[in-house]
Every structure is written in structure tokens, then in C-alpha cells.
């Protein structure tokens, strides 16, 4: 299973002490099950933040290892609970500052100019915006194609540009409220060019988005 993962090495600058394996593609849908996806799926999957934590406890539970979430959501609140550190050997959504530092295509040190492939790069990732009747049934449904998928340096696809994601919000290791994680554009300079720059959000109840799985590593 770990051929659909890349490995990322720990880093000071982020404050992740720890290596940890990323997906290289989100979560995908085949004969109405959840899967973690491939280069020759054609089609990924948007899902809401219970389908993508329960996911992510089976996955855990069908390896032999102990869930990252237990399931007590407080409807009223809107709020889970991660029942394990960051560290613990368990399948999970990934944290904002593990997505961010996979997302840059970093591993100790830069692998590739991040910006010059955003540049070069400039679509959208996952469909937002059909402009064909095939299009606007495949956005309906909450799918994307694969090869709207832009690759990183370090060989994980979909980060890039507009990319927006689940994960798991971290302080101290507490209940949180559930979040998503993505891009926003900012101006650099006067000459108008555009940077990007990793924000959490607050999703719209039962809001479909894209997730991808993170597996720490063993010590």
C-alpha cells in the first residue's frame, strides 16, 4: 500500500519533528467504495468531513492499527474529537502544516522552484468552474479528473495553485472544529504578481471536499 504514498522528511522550519507518508493522489470512488487513488483512476472524489474520518478509521482499523478520530461529533458544535498525537501510528487527514510543507514539495531541503511550476501550471486543479455539459455532470457528482492533477517536486499531485482539502486542525492536540485547508492568491508587488499562500476555512455544512491520508512513520 505504501507504493501510493510519498515519504516526507521531518523539518525544523515547520515544526514537524517527525518523517510522515502523504498520498500522491486523493481519495477516489470505485464501485461506490473509498479508496486512496492512482495515476490510472480516472475520476476523484469529493466527500464530506464524516465520510473522510471514518475512511481514515477503517483504513486504521484494516491494518491493525488504532483510529486517529473517535466518532463522538457534538452536531451542536459542529466539533470532532482526534483521539491520537500527531506521532501515533494511525491513518489521518493531514495536519495544516504537514499539508503545507508536502504541498511546497519540500523534504529537508527544496527539491524544485514551487512558484515557477504554479506559474507554469496555471488551471485548476479540481473543476470548479464546468464549461461543457460533460463537465458540469462530473462537477455535480463531486469528481475531478486526473489529469487536472498538477505534480509537485517530490511526486504528489493536486497541491498545487487552487488545490482545497480536508484536514485535521491540531492545537496541543485538542478538540478542534473540523476544517479545510487550500490556497489564497495575495499580490507580491506593484507589478501585480500573484503569490499563494496556505489558509484553514471553515467549511459549509455537509460541504463535499477532496482528502488525501497521512501515515506517520514508525521510530
Not at 514537524?16 to 498520498?23: G, K, Q, V
Not at 485548476?124 to 498538477?150: A, C
Not at 488545490?163 to 492545537?171: D, N
Not at 492536540?173 to 495575495?186: D, L, P, S, V
Request: proline share 5%; with cysteine.
Amino acid at each position: 500500500m505504501l507504493d501510493l504514498f510519498v515519504i516526507v522528511r521531518s523539518c525544523d522550519k515547520y515544526n514537524l519533528p517527525y518523517d510522515f507518508y502523504i498520498s500522491k493522489y486523493p481519495v477516489v470512488v470505485s464501485n461506490n467504495e473509498l479508496r486512496i487513488g492512482t495515476s490510472n483512476d480516472t475520476h476523484l472524489y469529493r466527500t464530506t468531513w464524516e465520510a473522510a474520518i471514518n475512511f481514515c478509521n477503517n483504513l486504521s482499523k484494516n491494518n491493525n492499527l488504532s483510529v486517529a478520530y473517535n466518532n463522538n461529533i457534538n452536531e451542536s458544535e459542529d466539533e470532532f474529537i482526534l483521539s491520537s498525537t500527531p506521532t501515533q501510528q494511525s491513518f489521518r487527514l493531514p495536519t495544516p502544516r504537514e499539508w503545507e510543507y508536502a504541498a511546497h514539495g519540500w523534504s529537508n531541503a527544496k527539491t524544485g522552484d514551487y512558484f515557477s511550476i504554479q506559474k507554469k501550471h496555471f488551471k485548476i486543479p479540481f473543476l470548479d468552474y464546468p464549461t461543457s455539459e460533460e463537465q458540469q455532470v462530473l462537477f455535480e457528482q463531486g469528481y475531478s479528473t486526473v489529469d487536472q492533477l498538477i505534480e509537485n517536486p517530490i511526486g504528489i499531485h493536486g497541491m498545487l495553485v487552487y488545490a482545497r482539502e480536508w484536514c485535521t486542525p491540531i492545537e496541543k492536540y485538542k478538540t478542534e472544529k473540523r476544517q479545510g485547508i487550500k490556497w489564497e492568491e495575495y499580490y507580491t508587488n506593484y507589478d501585480n504578481d500573484i503569490g499563494y499562500q496556505t489558509v484553514t476555512f471553515k467549511p459549509q455544512d455537509q460541504e463535499n471536499i477532496p482528502f488525501r491520508v497521512v501515515l506517520p512513520c514508525q521510530k
